[in-house]
Antibody, heavy 119, light 106 residues
Framework: EVQLVESGGGLVQPGGSLRLSCAAS????????MNWVRQAPGKGLEWVSY????????YYADSVKGRFTISRDNAKNSLYLQMNSLRDEDTAVYYC????????????WGQGTLVTVSS | SYELTQPPSVSVSPGQTASITCSGD??????ACWYQQKPGQSPVLVIY???KRPSGIPERFSGSNSGNTATLTISGTQAMDEADFYC?????????FGGGTKLTVL
């Protein structure tokens, strides 16, 4: 059974940093691209970042470019999102999502981890 | 930047057919997919590559994509289908989501 479990969310002050993790199991992690998607309270889905299987290709949404860094460790079946210079508008539930190929669709999503940026 | 536009809300009576649209410039030239999200839950893929259903998704869910519009159709809508629906497409190294449509079954 495919499982994606996010962790690392919490309360952080504006300007602070946080590192999210996504533990994958039930499939060959190294064979799939991965993404982070977020959802602000009561709002819609917003794509954050994409990473290819071998980390050769990485994309970011303009809203996080230069502040967030996506990475993965295929040996540990894990995906990460390093978030720096956090702003109030980064408050959201952050989901990791499995990508069978090139961003066309995400077939499995984690349960999400809540990040709250507030003073 | 590329944008996908969905109606904020759609209402349907039980047993009837619901159609949710997603509009974007030349959307038919790229793949569209659809997610269903119920309150407090993670999104679930219901249609990918315009019209394909993942394993476990009921046959009443179908999709099409042509011109500037992708459409999610739910035939014989059930109360359990009430949820938010989001379309998604890929454009120039960016994943784009529509704003979401709240489907009400009443």
């Amino acid at each position: 059974e495919v499982q994606l479990v996010e962790s690392g969310g919490g309360l952080v002050q504006p300007g602070g940093s946080l590192r999210l993790s996504c533990a994958a199991s039930g499939f060959i992690f190294s064979s799939y691209s991965m993404n982070w998607v977020r959802q602000a309270p009561g709002k819609g889905l917003e794509w954050v970042s994409y990473i290819s299987t071998s980390s050769n290709t990485i994309y970011y949404a303009d809203s996080v470019k230069g502040r967030f860094t996506i990475s993965r460790d295929n040996a540990k079946n894990s995906l990460y999102l390093q978030m720096n210079s956090l702003r109030d508008e980064d408050t959201a539930v952050y989901y990791c999502a499995r990508d069978p190929g090139g961003g066309d669709y995400f077939d499995y999503w984690g349960q999400g981890t809540l990040v709250t940026v507030s003073s | 930047s590329y944008e996908l536009t969905q109606p904020p809300s759609v209402s349907v009576s039980p047993g009837q057919t619901a159609s949710i649209t997603c509009s974007g410039d030349k959307l038919g030239d790229r793949f569209a997919c659809w997610y269903q999200q119920k309150p407090g839950q993670s999104p679930v893929l219901v249609i990918y590559h315009d019209s394909k259903r993942p394993s476990g998704i009921p046959e009443r869910f179908s999709g099409s994509n042509s011109g500037n519009t992708a459409t999610l159709t739910i035939s014989g809508t059930q109360a359990m289908d009430e949820a938010d629906f989001y379309c998604q497409a890929w454009d120039n190294s960016t994943v784009v989501f529509g704003g979401g449509t709240k489907l009400t079954v009443l």
